[in-house]
């Protein structure tokens, strides 16, 4: 036993990805998802399964609207675009994963939708400035002396 706790169910892992990316990104308008039923289809839909292949086209039938219009709505509304706020909630997701589970780094970025463990090392220094790895073991007091020095 490695003293982790075992992964979440599902609706509360997704219930703690979002809280984490609110806090990410404080200055999206999160209270869309909310007021817009079009908006809520759908980020209840990726906040559930963030792996999956979120397409503009996908979406936007989730959403009722056209792909065009969807994107723009958005945009307009959430003020990011759509494949930004996916990114962002699969990284929400991973830092759930990396730090409540023994998952493997590869492993979490398979589970939430990145291609490769590559792909969520790059999404995690856009992101939040600092690496999965140093998330999930820790290094990031290191990391901050190393830069420093």
Same mark, same amino acid.
């Given at each position: 036993?490695?003293?982790?706790?075992?992964?979440?169910?599902?609706?509360? @892992?997704?219930?703690?990805? +979002?809280? +984490?990316?609110?806090?990410?990104?404080?200055?999206? !308008? *999160?209270?869309?998802?909310?007021?817009?039923?079009?908006?809520?289809?759908?980020?209840?839909? $990726?906040?559930?399964?963030?792996? !999956?292949? *979120?397409?503009?086209?996908?979406?936007?039938?989730?959403? !009722?609207? #056209?792909?065009?219009?969807?994107?723009?709505?958005?945009?307009?509304?959430?003020?990011?675009?759509?494949?930004? *706020? =996916?990114?962002? =909630?699969? $990284?929400?997701?991973?830092? =759930?994963?990396?730090?409540?589970?023994?998952?493997?780094?590869?492993?979490?970025?398979?589970? $939430?939708?990145?291609?490769?463990?590559?792909?969520?090392?790059? #999404?995690?220094?856009? $992101?939040?400035?600092?690496?999965?790895?140093?998330?999930?073991?820790?290094?990031?007091? @290191?990391?901050?002396?190393?830069?420093?020095?």
């Amino acid at each position: 036993m490695t003293g982790r706790c075992p992964e979440y169910p599902p609706a509360v @892992e997704a219930q703690l990805a +979002i809280a +984490i990316c609110r806090r990410l990104a404080p200055d999206l !308008c *999160w209270e869309v998802f909310s007021l817009d039923p079009r908006l809520s289809r759908v980020g209840e839909n $990726v906040l559930k399964d963030p792996a !999956c292949q *979120w397409t503009l086209k996908r979406v936007s039938r989730i959403g !009722c609207t #056209a792909e065009s219009a969807f994107s723009r709505m958005f945009h307009q509304r959430v003020g990011v675009s759509l494949t930004q *706020w =996916v990114r962002l =909630v699969r $990284v929400g997701h991973a830092l =759930v994963l990396l730090g409540a589970t023994d998952m493997t780094i590869p492993d979490v970025a398979t589970r $939430v939708g990145f291609r490769s463990e590559r792909t969520l090392q790059r #999404a995690f220094k856009d $992101v939040i400035g600092q690496s999965a790895r140093s998330i999930k073991y820790g290094k990031r007091a @290191e990391s901050a002396e190393n830069r420093v020095s």
